[in-house]
């Protein structure tokens, strides 16, 4: 049915609109460059909900809207690209280990730090090669409490939503996980 095939697409639309407004409603400014903000927490959370590939179209595409909105074009690029991937690896961590005899709040934890993981690697590689290695290490600090932010709040709001049998049903995944 058509509606089966449109489903994901939607949902991962509204996703994307979701990630940029909270990337840019909250900024919080960080030490050398960059800010933390919901947005981070959001990809993580897409990436678990949604499947890998609509979890990181939605993370990337709302992550590089907000960076082109708040000024910031020149990380778009790298932002798309870094937090599709963060995304990617939240899904593929988050499904593979799911239905596993672990503690979900321990996989909520490791699958957001290995996507941070992610993140704080992937802008350290793109400030090393759009500035310099220098300007990049005094980004780093930022970049952690960036991540350290979206790992607390990803495990804040994972466990709600999947506890919410109508989001669950909605996403098509009966909230059974």
């Not at 991937?85 to 799911?98: C, D, E, N, T």
Request: proline share 5%; with cysteine.
């Amino acid at each position: 049915m058509a509606s089966d095939r449109l489903k994901p697409l939607v949902i991962a639309a509204l996703f994307t609109a979701v990630i940029a407004v909270a990337t840019i409603a909250i900024p919080i400014p960080l030490p050398g460059s960059g800010y933390a903000n919901p947005g981070d927490a959001l990809v993580i959370v897409a990436g678990c909900l949604l499947s890998p590939f609509w979890g990181s179209m939605a993370a990337g595409l709302g992550s590089m809207l907000a960076d082109i909105l708040l000024g910031s074009a020149a990380y778009a690029p790298a932002t798309m690209l870094i937090k599709g991937l963060m995304a990617a690896l939240a899904g593929f961590i988050f499904r593979r280990f799911a239905k596993k005899r672990i503690n979900r709040m321990l996989l909520i934890i490791c699958t957001a730090f290995m996507a941070e993981v992610v993140m704080v690697t992937g802008y350290f590689l793109y400030e090393s090669f759009l500035f310099n290695q220098v300007i990049a290490s005094l980004n780093l600090i930022g970049n952690i409490v960036q991540g350290l932010v979206g790992i607390t709040l990803s495990a804040m709001l994972l466990p709600m939503l999947l506890n919410s049998k109508p989001i669950m049903n909605l996403l098509g995944l009966g909230g059974d996980r």
